[in-house]
């Protein structure tokens, strides 16, 4: 079971969670990519864009934040934090 746990911040406040399971044969990273466009549609959000300093966070911490910078339309929140919490 891959699991994947989405928060959404602002002002050092947690505004809202979720947590995305997937238990396909899929590749760890279709895994991830399934589970942020989930959240984006749960959300109501825009895909974030995966910029060269996210992809080197989520490779080091399994754990990436998305700021203004990786939104094309503008947030009401400060960052969106996706973090795998387990994996097959």
Same mark, same amino acid.
């Given at each position: 079971m891959f699991r994947l746990w989405a928060k959404i911040f602002k002002d050092n406040r947690m505004q809202k969670d979720t947590v995305i399971c997937?238990?396909? =044969?899929?590749?760890?990273?279709?895994?991830?990519?399934?589970? !942020?466009? %989930?959240?984006?549609?749960?959300? =109501?959000?825009?895909?974030?864009?995966?910029?060269?300093?996210? !992809?080197? %966070?989520?490779?080091r911490h399994a754990k990436a934040r998305f700021t203004q910078d990786n939104f094309i339309e503008s947030i009401d929140f400060d960052y969106l934090e996706i973090h795998v919490i387990e994996e097959d």
């Open positions: 997937n238990s396909s =044969d899929d590749t760890r990273t279709h895994k991830v990519f399934q589970a !942020v466009d %989930e959240v984006c549609y749960e959300f =109501d959000l825009g895909k974030p864009i995966w910029l060269d300093a996210t !992809v080197a %966070e989520f490779k």
